[in-house]
């Protein structure tokens, strides 16, 4: 299936892609700089995919399964994460800003270089989360 035609199938609806996830579960999606911009994808499961620069800027991911999913430089601006799985997630570069990230799932996930100040991490588990340089860059 090439790459348009994972956006296609996705932009069908939640059911209709998960149902396909569990047909072709080897497959990785490749979402690479998708328009998803205010989608509805409540629980997708969008785990391995490549969503690197994809613009879901306001798009629900609430509940979705992110996990190992490649989201470098994709734009989660005004994006709903709530309770998202994003375990082993590459958040590096990503935007971020005012997201939702509440009850999130980040162990392990990548988010070097994140600018999180205006996302809401309430009882956001960030365990184990690579947060180097957002530590680094908090003023003494």
Known sequence: MAEGEHTALLKEGVQAWNSWRRECSDVRPDLHGADLR???????NLSEANLCHANLGGADL???SLNEAQLCGADLRRAHLRG???????????????????????LGADLREADLREADLREADLGTADLTRLLNSIPS
């Open 38 to 44: 205010h989608a509805d994808l409540i629980g997708a």
């Open 62 to 64: 609430s509940y979705a």
């Open 84 to 106: 998202a799985r994003l375990s082993g997630a590459d958040l590096r570069g990503a935007k971020r800003g005012e997201t939702d990230l509440s009850y999130a799932d980040l």
